[in-house]
């Protein structure tokens, strides 16, 4: 089911989400489809499960296939063992980093997984973003038979909606910053309402540097007014 409205009729005390589920008549909780526009779209899925789930030690064989994909390395630089995935994200499993972990579901399968942190603990990426109290997130489809379905951008809403904003609340902006030549990406951060903003040559361990894009969700606009 297809919700869409135009932006005028978004009430002063209402973000475009609450307004979406308001206007779905108890239907939801709504996805956003495409928020880049005006009208916004947002739609009710009911083929789908969609679920997050912290990662586990029992995740990594997954997490090993997945950063080592060609579509998911070329961005990431992730050819990584399975001894270094345990060395990089069993920290945070057990508490010992604060970065957050998580496994993306479909259905009961899990397809990838994200990340998110404070920019404020990251200085490098504290340039970027306009606030200081910003929360960043990464996200990954590892499995490639679940790309270009529409089912990331309705993933990547679940988690920043149900996991992200309620974790950090109130925190004003959501930010990312993908390469500037991921175009998936980019489409699908645009389409949740992200701007964009600086771009950014952030320097690699091999002496070169990715060029980035500054990536900002408003969440009073856009996810939560309150």
């Given at each position: 089911?297809?919700?869409?409205?135009?932006?005028?009729?978004?009430?002063?005390?209402?973000?475009?989400?609450?307004?979406?589920?308001?206007?779905?008549g108890?239907?939801?909780?709504?996805?956003?489809?495409?928020?880049?526009?005006?009208?916004?779209?947002?739609?009710?899925?009911?083929e789908?499960?969609?679920?997050?789930?912290?990662?586990?030690e029992g995740?990594?064989?997954?997490?090993?296939?997945?950063?080592?994909?060609?579509?998911?390395?070329?961005?990431w630089?992730?050819?990584?063992?399975a001894?270094?995935?345990?060395?990089?994200?069993?920290?945070?499993?057990r508490?010992?980093d604060a970065?957050?972990?998580?496994?993306?579901?479909?259905?009961?399968?899990?397809?990838?997984f994200?990340?998110?942190?404070?920019?404020?603990?990251?200085?490098?990426?504290?340039?970027?973003?306009?606030?200081?109290d910003?929360?960043?997130?990464?996200?990954?489809?590892?499995?490639a038979?679940?790309?270009?379905?529409?089912?990331?951008?309705?993933?990547?809403?679940?988690?920043?909606?149900?996991?992200?904003v309620?974790?950090?609340?109130?925190?004003s902006?959501?930010?990312?910053?993908?390469?500037h030549?991921?175009?998936?990406?980019?489409?699908v951060?645009?389409?949740?309402?992200?701007k964009?903003?600086?771009?950014?040559?952030e320097p690699?361990?091999?002496?070169?540097?990715?060029?980035?894009?500054?990536?900002s969700?408003?969440?009073?606009?856009?996810?939560?007014?309150?």
């Open positions: 089911m297809l919700i869409e409205f135009n932006r005028v009729q978004v009430r002063a005390d209402e973000s475009w989400t609450e307004a979406a589920d308001r206007l779905a108890g239907r939801g909780p709504v996805l956003a489809v495409d928020l880049s526009g005006d009208p916004l779209k947002f739609t009710v899925d009911e789908h499960r969609l679920a997050m789930r912290p990662m586990t995740d990594f064989p997954d997490v090993t296939s997945w950063v080592n994909t060609p579509h998911v390395a070329r961005w630089d992730e050819h990584r063992s001894a270094q995935v345990a060395a990089h994200y069993g920290p945070g499993i508490g010992e970065v957050r972990y998580w496994i993306w579901e479909v259905n009961g399968r899990s397809v990838g994200s990340q998110d942190y404070r920019i404020a603990d990251h200085p490098e990426f504290a340039l970027l973003s306009g606030r200081p910003a929360i960043g997130y990464d996200y990954v489809i590892g499995e038979a679940f790309l270009d379905r529409g089912l990331g951008t309705k993933l990547l809403w679940v988690f920043l909606r149900d996991i992200v309620p974790a950090y609340h109130p925190v902006e959501l930010f990312a910053a993908p390469d030549r991921n175009t998936r990406s980019l489409r951060l645009e389409k949740l309402g992200a964009q903003g600086l771009w950014f040559d690699q361990s091999d002496g070169g540097v990715k060029t980035v894009v500054g990536c969700i408003d969440v009073r606009t856009v996810l939560r007014w309150g």
